[in-house]
């Protein structure tokens, strides 16, 4: 086997490989337009990869490149105000790129803007020499006037610090600090680069202990939230699920609002984005738009991208809270999600469960 194989079967957004050598959840490269996939599962000498973009026209023998590397978000200045789609691709950039309204099959657009600089202020209390783990902050940028983005050290990285950039504008790809740690050096950039399906450390789980005020009486007295806590919003179709998170995301006193659209109608999340882009924050007086991150996976595009955007929703917002800062994270919607389990799974000729779902559906979920 080798990093490039070739396609063995095309059912949908699944697509079977065959003499390709790769890891679970590695990102490869379908087909000459290199369509961004994701390893589902392996079985014997056959790769089954989940496709997020339009598999129409790809053939069976064309060619299928490995990455070497797990989807991964960017996690660095430029998130807030920010819209993605599920892997992570801004679709304001696309749009003006493409001249289109819809993502182009192929379109490589980083997350995160190379070419705009950003003003680093350097930690005053670090010193060269000083040790340095996870999650030290060593300098700061401010991104919108309603968030401070603290640069950290990233996760699996400790030493000591042998050089930090002076205060000064600097690209998210410019190095701001060197750590060295048992005779090897690491170069500490403006952004990070985090696995979207593995959790981010911390170092202790603290119990829920303070109530997050939603901004809908209904629900602060009937049905009180915990910060750090989950919740969900059971109903039919048409019973209001999309309005109520909608009003929880505008109002709830959190310093980062995470917002994404898991398979929902188009007209709704333009809706929601139509709103926001007005809505100011009446606590701080500010464009909501400026402390919010909108993830936008609506039904007309690949079901395999719902799952994705749920996962990268949860990696910002675990990103913001190793800052300190109180983070909603609002999924619509769960049913969605699973749907499109449903679906892959279906096509992978997997045991059915109830209703048709996946028997792993409740471990995914929760």
Known sequence: MSSTGRI???????????????MMYEVVYVGEESLIGEVIAIRGDKVYIQVYEDTTGLTVGEKVAASGSLLSAELGPGLIGSIYDGLQRPEKD???????IFIKRGVRVPALKRDVKWFFEREKSLSIGDKVEPGTIIGYVRETPLVLHKIMIPPNTSGSLKWIAPDGDYT??????????????YEVKLYQIWPIRIPRPYRSKLDPGEPLITGLRVIDYMFPLAKGGKAAIPGGFGTGKTVALQEITKWSHSDIAIFVGCGERGNEMSDALTSFLKLFDVRRGRPMMERSVFIANTSNMPVAARETSVFLGVTIGEYFRDMGYDVIMVADSTSRWAEAMREISGRMEEMPGEEGFPAYLSSRLA
């Open 94 to 100: 696309i749009s003006v790129i493409t001249g289109s």
């Open 172 to 185: 998210v790809d410019d190095t701001v600090a060197i750590v060295e740690s048992s005779g090897r050096r």
């Open 8 to 22: 063995y079967r095309i059912t949908g957004p699944l697509v079977v490989a065959e003499d390709l050598k790769v």
